[in-house]
């Protein structure tokens, strides 16, 4: 078993630790080589997130907006493990796995505005860990309480090493009042050890709502007060990037606005997934991609 450099959900006492990867993977020279210009690549290593504004057109998000309609009517009554409902147990939450199962989305997990930024932060060739739509619907759309997604890919899916990036691609104008994300800038630099232990199947109900495998108050309060909370807000078709340990949540959407968001998580091809650090059973295929591809086929 490889060394945990990661250890957490194993006492009953959260910790605060110094991040042992760097958040900018490679040389300098290198870096600055990609599509992300050095005050990007600066701001995104500060902050643990970047927002890349209109970086899909309107028809282009016309068109991920009409699939993802077609989606939440042809999966109304769909009970596949990738369809994800809120835990009012009706109404959809999120759909996992769009990169492999939909030809759109598998066309923008290979789109060169989003590959080829992850591959210049991530300083190598890039696959998909994970994709999934979240819906967020007006006045149901409920809470993703803050976690750090790392934390989780870590001890449930094996991840190794802090070398993964999220991006957020905005489907709908996300504001203060439909739930948008928010996220505590620097908190990519520490790692929250979380307290409890893992149960078995725990994605059957932390992917509708989490309560282990986040940060306890102490450790919040803390990192809020050694930063502040950022709502980076954006129009349709702005993209959120965000460090795969960034400290992020989102409040329920009491707005009658939905907040449909796609996102597409790559993976360096050196942080493939080992066995989960849980020592639990490995989370699905669609939820944590296990035979990555770099450009993983549409089927
Ligand atoms: O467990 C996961 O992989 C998912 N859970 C959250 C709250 N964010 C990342 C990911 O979608
Ligand atoms: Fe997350």
Request: charged share 25%.
């Amino acid at each position: 078993m490889m060394t945990d450099l990661y250890p957490s959900r194993i006492g009953g006492q959260a910790t605060i630790t110094d991040r042992k990867d760097p958040v900018l993977h490679g040389e300098w020279d290198k870096l600055q080589q990609g599509r992300l210009t050095e005050s990007q690549l600066k701001s995104y290593q500060q902050s643990g997130y970047l927002l890349l504004e209109n970086l899909f057109s309107e028809p282009e998000v016309d068109k991920m907006l009409d699939e993802l309609k077609v989606i939440w009517r042809d999966r109304a009554d769909d009970k596949s493990p990738e369809v994800v409902r809120e835990p009012s147990g009706k109404v959809i939450r999120s759909v996992f796995d769009i990169h492999r199962n939909n030809p759109l989305f598998e066309k923008v997990s290979q789109d060169p505005r989003v590959r080829e930024a992850a591959e210049q932060v991530l300083g190598s060739d890039v696959y998909i860990h994970q994709s999934r739509i979240n819906f967020k619907p007006g006045f149901v759309g409920k809470e993703f309480y803050w976690h750090s997604d790392f934390e989780t890919w870590h001890v449930e899916d094996g991840m190794p090493r802090m070398r993964a990036v999220s991006f957020s691609i905005l489907l709908d104008d996300n504001m203060p009042y439909n739930g948008s994300l928010m996220l505590i800038p620097g908190s990519q630099n520490y790692f929250v050890s979380c307290v409890g232990e893992t149960p078995e199947n725990h994605f059957q109900t932390s992917l509708r709502k989490q309560e282990l495998g986040v940060p306890d108050n102490n450790s919040m309060r803390k990192l809020v007060e050694m930063s502040r909370i950022d709502m980076p807000v954006g129009k349709r078709g702005s993209v959120l990037m965000f460090e795969c340990n960034t400290m992020h949540g989102s409040a329920s959407n009491i707005s009658p606005f939905p907040r449909r968001n796609v996102f597409m998580v790559f993976n360096s091809i050196n942080n493939q997934l080992v066995e989960p650090f849980s020592g639990r059973n490995r989370r699905p295929e669609f939820i944590a991609n296990r035979t990555p591809s770099i450009a993983t086929p549409y089927v």
